[in-house]
């Protein structure tokens, strides 16, 4: 047992894991608790608030993005996603990027009717949407890359983290829809070989306007991607 073993097993020892909605022991979400966790009863357009029936771009709005599909699998309002995401950022809770890469793809799984590692082809790359080194390094992790990893695993797609954001702007969460948009601009830089012909998972954890997933869809489609799907564990 390696010293990082044995300062885990002192850990849990002084503070338990117990299931963050109903304090039992062993778990962060517990089975049936995880079975209880409810998905977005339908998709709608980031930009208009139209409802979409079919995941792609709003018809409305379709000229504005990057993307060429969104899916969101929760609501950001529903109390039980919000404190598993708010645990995972704010507390530190890294074992919880685990249980929401699980909700997500139990999502997918039943949405498409099929295997989750079914649902994608070899071609396709699963992409974090980066946070800022600074930022990294204060909370010690990007939630969407902790999110990713297993999600990847899950999917049967491969995973990469190569798409940095190279300017440390104002958090997006204090700002209007206008000002988030030029609050983004050119903040990506994709330092990975040529997309061409790929089609990429886009995944972030939360999602408001779409600002920051539209302007990292647009700097992988500059460097060569076929499709890009943006996948979101919630919107607000």
Do not use: G, H, Q
């Given at each position: 047992m390696n010293i990082k073993e044995v300062i885990k097993n002192l850990w849990d020892l002084i503070f338990p894991i117990e299931c963050i909605f109903c304090d039992d022991d062993g778990e962060w979400i517990c089975a049936s608790c995880f079975n209880k966790l409810k998905f977005k009863n339908f998709q709608t357009c980031p930009k208009c608030g139209r409802i979409n029936t079919n995941n792609k771009t709003c018809p409305h709005c379709s000229s504005f993005f990057y993307f060429d599909k969104l899916t969101v699998v929760g609501d950001y309002n529903d109390e039980k996603i919000k404190k598993a995401i708010k645990l995972l950022k704010y507390k530190?809770?890294?074992?919880?990027?685990?249980?929401?890469?699980?909700?997500?793809?139990?999502?997918?799984?039943?949405?498409?009717?099929k295997?989750?590692?079914?649902?994608?082809d070899q071609n396709t790359i699963l992409i974090p949407i980066p946070i800022h080194k600074k930022r990294e390094r204060w909370r010690g992790f990007n939630q969407s890359k902790l999110i990713g990893e297993k999600l990847a695993d899950n999917l049967g797609v491969s995973f990469e983290n190569k798409l940095k954001?190279?300017?440390?702007?104002?958090p997006q969460t204090k700002l209007k829809r206008e000002e988030r948009i030029k609050n983004i601009e050119n903040c990506f830089r994709w330092e990975g070989g040529s997309l061409e012909n790929k089609k990429i998972i886009l995944l972030d954890d939360v999602i408001t306007t779409g600002a920051t997933l539209n302007e990292a869809a647009r700097m992988l489609k500059e460097s060569g991607?076929?499709?890009?799907?943006?996948?979101?564990?919630?919107?607000?």
């Open positions: 530190f809770i890294k074992d919880l990027s685990e249980k929401l890469s699980d909700y997500v793809t139990l999502f997918l799984s039943e949405k498409n009717e295997d989750a590692k079914k649902i994608y954001r190279i300017k440390y702007k104002k991607a076929r499709k890009i799907e943006a996948l979101v564990v919630a919107s607000e």
